[in-house]
């Protein structure tokens, strides 16, 4: 797997690095980078466990700085992985449309829904007599009678009826 170090600013650290990461006796420099942002340690450390560095050029940024920003990345990311199974074994979908694409985790649950494009839907999830486009929903929450676009709902909410772009935060519940 590729992984591309970048600074806050979107410029690699010392210029453009990109590290070619092992599986195998990278995961402390790579937990590093992620505890720590990009410093010399967790990049020496990464470098000691056999790690290629090269440079790599960065096609598209994607940020989740803000509720929109997210969504878009969300949008984006389903588009490059669209080819792949996104939709869980798991998942119960009764007298609904899932329109691609979409993840759906596991245990998700939709009933009586138009679901997509590019929505996001975390496990243990359920949505019903819903219309959602363009959207991510986290995992334990419960959605009813809603007509969302271009919103984000976090983890363990409870969002019975609207009609509008929301931005959600965990543990909330709106009747």
């Not at 505890?35 to 990049?43: I, M, P, S």
Request: proline share 1%; with cysteine.
């Amino acid at each position: 797997a590729d992984l591309f170090l970048a600074n806050a600013d979107g410029a690699g650290a010392d210029g453009r690095i990109a590290a070619k990461h092992k599986l195998v006796g990278n995961i402390r420099g790579l937990q590093d980078v992620a505890d720590n942002g990009v410093n010399t340690d967790a990049l020496e450390n990464m470098k000691k466990n056999g790690t290629a560095f090269y440079t790599g050029a960065v096609s598209e940024w994607l940020d989740c700085g803000n509720k929109d920003a997210t969504v878009y990345t969300n949008q984006r990311i389903l588009e490059f992985i669209k080819n792949e199974k996104l939709i869980s074994s798991s998942a119960i979908i009764e007298n609904s449309v899932i329109i691609q694409p979409c993840f759906l985790g596991e245990n998700v649950k939709i009933n009586n829904s138009i679901i997509g494009p590019h929505v996001s839907v975390g496990e243990n999830t359920s949505v019903e007599h819903s219309v959602i486009t363009n959207s991510i929903i986290q995992s334990n929450t419960i959605v009813s009678c809603v007509n969302i676009d271009n919103s984000m709902i976090g983890n363990y909410v409870k969002y019975l009826g609207g009609k509008k772009e929301v931005s959600i935060g965990d543990y909330t519940v709106l009747t």
